[in-house]
Nanobody, 126 residues
Framework: QVQLVESGGGLVQPGGSLRISCAAS????????MGWFRQDPGKQRELVAI???????DYADSVKGRFTIARDNLRNTIILQMNALKPEDTAVYYC????????????????????WGQGTQVTVSS
C-alpha cells in the first residue's frame, strides 16, 4: 500500500557530512508527521528528527545543531542533512511516516497508519 525508500547512506569520515533522503509512494492521501530513526547493534531504535506537514521540527539532543530535517510535501519526500558527523552517529537510519491512506473511510475520518522504510546504513569512521 505504501512504500518508504531511503537512499544516500554511506561511509564518511568524522567531521564530514552526508545527506540521506526518503521518498514515500503508494496509495497515499496525505502524510502528517515524517521522521528519521536510527538503530545500531545492541541498542534500541531511537528518534533522530521529526517534521510535521506544516514544517515544525524536533531533534534528539545528540544531533541538535548538526542535523537538519526538511520535506517536500508535493513529492512526499524528506531529507536529513547530517553535518559534523561523529562515530557515534553510525547506525542504520530508518524513515518513518504517518499516512492517511487513499480510502473513503480513512480520508473522511483522517485515520493514520505508521509505515517504515528498510533503512540506509550510515557509517562514520576514519
Amino acid at each position: 500500500q505504501v512504500q518508504l525508500v531511503e537512499s544516500g547512506g554511506g561511509l564518511v569520515q568524522p567531521g564530514g557530512s552526508l545527506r540521506i533522503s526518503c521518498a514515500a509512494s503508494g496509495n497515499i492521501f496525505s502524510i502528517s508527521d515524517m521522521g528519521w530513526f536510527r538503530q545500531d547493534p545492541g541498542k534500541q531504535r531511537e528518534l533522530v528528527a521529526i517534521i510535521t506537514s506544516r514544517g515544525d521540527t524536533d531533534y534528539a539532543d545528540s544531533v541538535k545543531g548538526r542535523f537538519t530535517i526538511a520535506r517536500d510535501n508535493l513529492r512526499n519526500t524528506i531529507i536529513l542533512q547530517m553535518n559534523a558527523l561523529k562515530p557515534e552517529d553510525t547506525a542504520v537510519y530508518y524513515c518513518h511516516a504517518k499516512v492517511v491512506l487513499d480510502g473513503t473511510v480513512m480520508r473522511i475520518l483522517g485515520l493514520e497508519s505508521d509505515y517504515w522504510g528498510q533503512g540506509t546504513q550510515v557509517t562514520v569512521s576514519s
